[in-house]
Structure formats: C-alpha cells, structure tokens
C-alpha cells in the first residue's frame, strides 16, 4: 500500500526520505531541544551567547589591539562599570554644584548676570533629548577616529623568554586603558584618575568611551538647540568670525552692541573705521544687521521671493542657508535702489553673506525711534503723512518697488523726517501678490495717520490709487481686493502665455504697457 499522510508516519518508522518528501506538511523537526526553560532564562547562558557574539563579531580588535574598542578576556566587570557610572553621575553633580556656586559668587546681587548654563554637564539620565529631532551632528567627524597611536611596541609584547609581557596583561591593559581616557574629548571629565594607578577593565573602558562619545554628540546637540533658540543673544560661531573679520581688516572700528532682535534678524551697531574698502567711505557709525541663519523664520517668507521672478531660477536650486544669504542681498540690491531714488533709507556699506552693514540712523549709538514710538507734533505728523505719500509713489514708480511690510514699525524718525528701512521682503510690483502687498502697506500707512490725527490723510483705497496710478473705482474693501487680485491674475496669464510679465498694470482700459 502507498498510503500517503500523517497515518504513514508510525511513531516509531522514523522519519525517511521518503516519507519526507511525501509528507504535505513537511518534515517535523527531529532534533531535540536541548534546553529547558530555566535555560532560557539563564543569565549563565545569556552571558555565554553575548560572548561568543562579541568574539564573531570583533575578532581583528583583540588582535590589534588599537581599535576604538577593545574586547578581551574579562572577569566579571559589571559591578564595575555600574561603579564607573556611579562615579560618573556623582562627580557631574559635583561639577554642576561648583559651577552653581561660581555663577553665584560672580554674579552676586547685579542686575546683569551671567550664566554657566552651557557648561553645565546635564546628566544623560534626565535628558530630554528626543531622536526624532534632525541630528544634522551626526555627520561630524568622529573624534575618536584620530586616536594617538598607544605606546605598545607593533609585536605586542615586551619582555624575554618567561619575563614576557603581552599587551593583553591585565594590569599593562589596565593601565593603558586609564591612560587613554585622555583622548575623550576635552569636555567630558574623566576625573583625576590618571595621574593614579589606575587599571581600567576593557569592558568598563568601552562603556565608558561609548558613554564618552553619545554624551558629547548629546550635549552638542543640547548647545546647538540652544544656540538657535537664543541665536539673538550669541551670534552662532561662523556669524561671529565674520563680525570679527570686519573688526581686524580695520573696516569697521568697534562693535558696540545690539540695537535690535527680531524673528529673522539680529541689529548691531558699530564704529566705522578708516579702512575705505572698495572706494568706499565707511560711515562714522554703522548698523550691521545680520539674517538669521535658522531654517524655521524663512518659511514664512517663502512667499516673497519664490515669486519674484529675480530670484526665481535661483530659488529652487538652493539650500536654506544661501535662502537666507539671500534675503540679505535682496534687502541690500532694494537699498540701493531706494538710496538712487533719493529716499532716505541706510546707504549699503557692504554685504558678506548673510550680513549686511549699512550706514547707521540715529547718532552716538542711539538709533533713532520707530514712528510708531515718537510722539510728533501736528505739523510733524503731517509733514511726514506727506513724505511717505511721495515716497511710496517713488518707491512705485523709480524704483519699481513695493516695500510690503511698511508701517510705524519700519519707519524712523531721524533729523526732521522719515526713513525706510526692513526692505528684504519688498518686491516688483508685477510680483503675483505685489499689488495684495501695496495693499496691505496702504492699510497700514492710511490707518497709523488717521489714528494720528492727520485729517488730510487718503484711506487706504485712496492712498493705493494714489501710489500706484491705478484707478480702481471699488468703494468698499472687499471690491476693492477683488478687482487687485483680479489684475494680478491677469498678469499672471500673460505670464504664462508670453512669458513675460507686464511691466506695469494699467486697468483703465489701456492696453497694458509691456516691455518690449
Ligand atoms: P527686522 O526684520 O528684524 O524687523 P529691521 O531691518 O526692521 O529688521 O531692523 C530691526 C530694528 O533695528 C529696526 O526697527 C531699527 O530699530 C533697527 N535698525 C535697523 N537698521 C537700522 C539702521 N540702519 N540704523 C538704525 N537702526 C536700525
Ligand atoms: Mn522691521
């Protein structure tokens, strides 16, 4: 009979090849298991399997010996390194303690203080540092990868005949093990150990390097976020050497501290020097604003410059960092701009990345108020109502420009007038949301001098005819708005099917003006 199935398979026929490649199931597994339970759980076997792993896993290291790690031949060394950590966690509590008590002393009861916030050793167990952030550290180089040569001779050993040493003794281990704590980066303590003979097991070396190592990414990372967070208070170290740089080429004299700190920029003022770089004559005082080289604040503005056509190839092809280069240039190439029309704005001494000096409003360090913060008489406030009426139709119409983030906040008051500054963000006025932007600044403008007791004041629909030589006849705000987006979208078309953009808007049944 050549029944086929598990009745086949007696107990005791013992499992052929036949009755192997018959069975639908396949063949049971015939080896026995060779341990219980209470095995598995057996720390005994555990240990056992964890060895063999590291033996496979780094046979060259014990032989050479030089490799960042070191496995080797090691008793049990668990309490030790549970010792080590102990250690570890106590002498940072010290540290912290010492540093508390330094600040303090230094700080005493002044109103200015300073802190040793940064140089305090935040222990990893009561980290909140959480992976999913972008760890762009990572890609720094090892620092332990340079590793100084240790002093065991090439062939391992020292010694003659029964007097031989190896480099795998215990206590020569040990020892060198000690030693090389020195090449842990500088930051981390590694106590007073060295200079006592101390001998340090592999294993509790290794822990101690891997704990050395993740702690130091740890708290660069810990410093980095800081160092964004409060980028207005410390300019992040590249930022900083530029600054310097300016310093010692005698460009400028001084740096004397921040006017200013805002979401995308840092303000500062500065002494001009007597180096004339680039046939140009450095102002007596200068304002350095430098753009924020944080990736988050720029997303806001996308807006403005990936559709300005200026920027526009450029755009896409970029990384955040020469975006933000970017906005420096477009706030000094607008500068420039206005300074030819003759509007008081900062004149450009000089751009360096992301750090644009120009000629500094106000006098002896103190830079001049906002509008929105000085008090101006009548015929102040009114004389100003007219300055800036003609200086956003030059704006307009010479520099082919729309500020669009004008308002009492961008607009100083210095020797009997108004000066416009913050113009990074300003664009042509075919820009697809340029006229929503003029707009906005009309809004803003019409509103602040009317608060402001300006009678003769235009409202804002008013002021955007006015300005732009557009003659919407919309008498509420919603129409108004509508037939704007309306020519901006218009605009828009003839972008796509000429492109090119208009050069101007005309909407009074005018053909519209292109360029030729
Ligand atoms: P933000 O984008 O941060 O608003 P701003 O260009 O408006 O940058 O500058 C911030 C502040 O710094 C201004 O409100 C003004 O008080 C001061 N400031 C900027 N540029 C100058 C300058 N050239 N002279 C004097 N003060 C300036
Ligand atoms: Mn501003």
Same mark, same amino acid.
């Given at each position: 009979?050549?029944?086929?199935?598990?009745?086949?398979?007696?107990?005791?026929?013992?499992?052929?090849?036949?009755?192997?490649? *018959?069975?639908?199931?396949?063949?049971?597994? %015939?080896?026995? /298991?060779?341990?219980?339970?209470?095995?598995?759980?057996?720390?005994?076997?555990?240990?056992?399997?964890?060895?063999?792993?590291?033996?496979?896993?780094?046979?060259?290291?014990?032989? $050479?010996?030089?490799?960042?790690?070191?496995?080797?031949?090691?008793?049990?060394?668990?309490?030790?390194?549970?010792?080590?950590?102990?250690?570890?966690?106590?002498?940072?509590?010290?540290?912290?303690?010492?540093?508390?008590?330094?600040?303090?002393?230094?700080?005493?009861?002044?109103?200015?203080? /300073?802190?040793?916030? !940064?140089?305090?050793?935040?222990?990893? +167990?009561?980290?909140?540092?959480?992976?999913?952030?972008?760890?762009?550290?990572?890609?720094?180089?090892?620092?332990?990868?340079?590793?100084?040569?240790?002093?065991?001779?090439? &062939?391992?050993?020292?010694?003659?005949?029964?007097?031989?040493?190896?480099?795998?003794?215990?206590?020569?281990?040990?020892?060198?093990? %000690?030693?090389?704590?020195?090449?842990?980066?500088?930051?981390?303590?590694?106590?007073?150990?060295?200079?006592?003979?101390? #001998?340090?097991? @592999?294993?509790?070396?290794?822990?101690?390097?891997?704990?050395?190592?993740?702690?130091?990414? &740890?708290?660069?990372?810990?410093?980095?976020? *800081?160092?964004?967070?409060?980028?207005?208070? $410390?300019?992040?170290? #590249? %930022?900083?050497?530029?600054?310097? #740089?300016?310093?010692?080429?005698?460009?400028?004299?001084?740096?004397?501290?921040?006017?200013?700190?805002?979401?995308?920029?840092?303000?500062?003022?500065?002494?001009?020097?007597?180096?004339?770089?680039?046939?140009?004559?450095?102002?007596?005082?200068?304002?350095?604003?430098?753009?924020?080289?944080?990736?988050?604040?720029?997303? !806001?503005? =996308? #807006?403005?410059?990936?559709?300005?056509?200026?920027?526009?190839?450029?755009?896409?092809?970029?990384?955040?960092?020469?975006? /933000?280069?970017?906005?420096?240039?477009?706030?000094?190439?607008?500068?420039?701009?206005?300074?030819? $029309?003759?509007?008081?704005?900062?004149?450009?001494?000089?751009?360096?990345?992301?750090?644009?000096?120009?000629?500094?409003?106000?006098?002896?360090?103190?830079?001049?108020?906002?509008?929105?913060?000085?008090?101006?008489?009548?015929?102040?406030?009114?004389?100003? +109502? +007219?300055?800036?009426?003609?200086?956003?139709?030059?704006?307009?119409?010479?520099?082919?420009?729309?500020?669009? =983030?004008?308002?009492? +906040?961008?607009?100083?008051?210095?020797?009997?007038?108004?000066?416009?500054?913050?113009?990074?963000?300003?664009?042509?006025?075919?820009?697809?949301?340029?006229?929503?932007?003029?707009? &906005?600044?009309?809004?803003?403008?019409?509103?602040?001098?009317?608060?402001?007791?300006?009678?003769?004041?235009?409202?804002?629909?008013?002021?955007? @005819?006015?300005?732009?030589?557009?003659?919407?006849?919309?008498?509420?705000?919603?129409?108004?708005?509508?037939?704007?987006?309306?020519?901006?979208?218009? !605009?828009?078309?003839?972008?796509?099917?000429?492109?090119?953009?208009?050069?101007?808007?005309?909407?009074?049944?005018?053909?519209?003006?292109? =360029?030729?």
């Amino acid at each position: 009979m050549d029944s086929v199935g598990v009745a086949a398979a007696a107990p005791d026929a013992g499992p052929g090849p036949a009755w192997q490649s *018959k069975c639908p199931w396949g063949a049971p597994s %015939t080896t026995s /298991i060779s341990c219980s339970l209470a095995d598995v759980m057996s720390e005994q076997l555990a240990k056992e399997l964890q060895l063999e792993e590291e033996n496979t896993a780094f046979p060259e290291v014990v032989a $050479a010996a030089e490799g960042p790690f070191i496995t080797g031949e090691n008793i049990d060394t668990s309490s030790d390194l549970m010792l080590a950590q102990m250690l570890q966690m106590e002498f940072d509590r010290e540290y912290d303690a010492q540093l508390r008590r330094e600040e303090k002393k230094i700080n005493g009861d002044s109103k200015v203080s /300073i802190s040793f916030e !940064n140089y305090r050793k935040v222990h990893p +167990y009561d980290s909140d540092s959480s992976e999913d952030e972008v760890d762009w550290q990572d890609t720094r180089h090892d620092p332990y990868r340079a590793d100084k040569p240790t002093t065991t001779p090439r &062939r391992g050993f020292i010694g003659k005949g029964k007097d031989i040493t190896t480099k795998h003794d215990e206590v020569v281990c040990g020892r060198k093990n %000690t030693a090389r704590m020195e090449n842990f980066a500088p930051e981390f303590q590694v106590g007073d150990g060295i200079g006592m003979d101390l #001998k340090l097991s @592999n294993q509790v070396f290794n822990a101690l390097k891997q704990h050395a190592y993740s702690e130091e990414r &740890r708290s660069a990372r810990l410093h980095e976020k *800081k160092e964004h967070s409060t980028a207005e208070k $410390a300019v992040d170290p #590249k %930022t900083r050497l530029l600054l310097y #740089k300016m310093v010692n080429s005698g460009m400028l004299e001084t740096i004397t501290g921040c006017i200013s700190t805002g979401k995308e920029s840092v303000v500062f003022h500065a002494y001009g020097g007597n180096s004339a770089t680039e046939d140009k004559v450095i102002p007596p005082e200068c304002a350095i604003k430098v753009f924020k080289t944080t990736l988050n604040e720029f997303k !806001n503005r =996308d #807006k403005y410059i990936k559709d300005d056509y200026r920027f526009k190839d450029r755009f896409s092809k970029l990384n955040p960092r020469k975006i /933000i280069r970017m906005w420096a240039e477009k706030e000094m190439h607008n500068l420039t701009r206005m300074q030819n $029309a003759g509007i008081p704005c900062p004149q450009v001494v000089i751009l360096k990345k992301h750090v644009l000096v120009m000629s500094f409003i106000g006098q002896d360090q103190v830079p001049a108020p906002k509008l929105k913060d000085v008090t101006l008489s009548s015929e102040d406030m009114k004389k100003a +109502y +007219y300055q800036i009426l003609n200086m956003m139709q030059q704006l307009y119409r010479e520099c082919n420009l729309v500020h669009a =983030d004008l308002s009492e +906040y961008n607009m100083l008051w210095h020797d009997g007038k108004v000066w416009l500054i913050d113009v990074s963000q300003s664009v042509e006025p075919t820009h697809p949301h340029g006229l929503e932007f003029l707009f &906005r600044d009309c809004r803003n403008v019409s509103q602040f001098f009317q608060k402001g007791g300006v009678a003769e004041a235009l409202n804002e629909r008013e002021l955007f @005819n006015a300005v732009s030589g557009l003659n919407i006849t919309a008498d509420n705000e919603v129409d108004f708005q509508a037939e704007i987006e309306a020519l901006e979208k218009m !605009n828009e078309d003839h972008v796509q099917n000429h492109g090119k953009k208009l050069s101007t808007f005309s909407s009074d049944g005018d053909p519209p003006i292109y =360029d030729e």
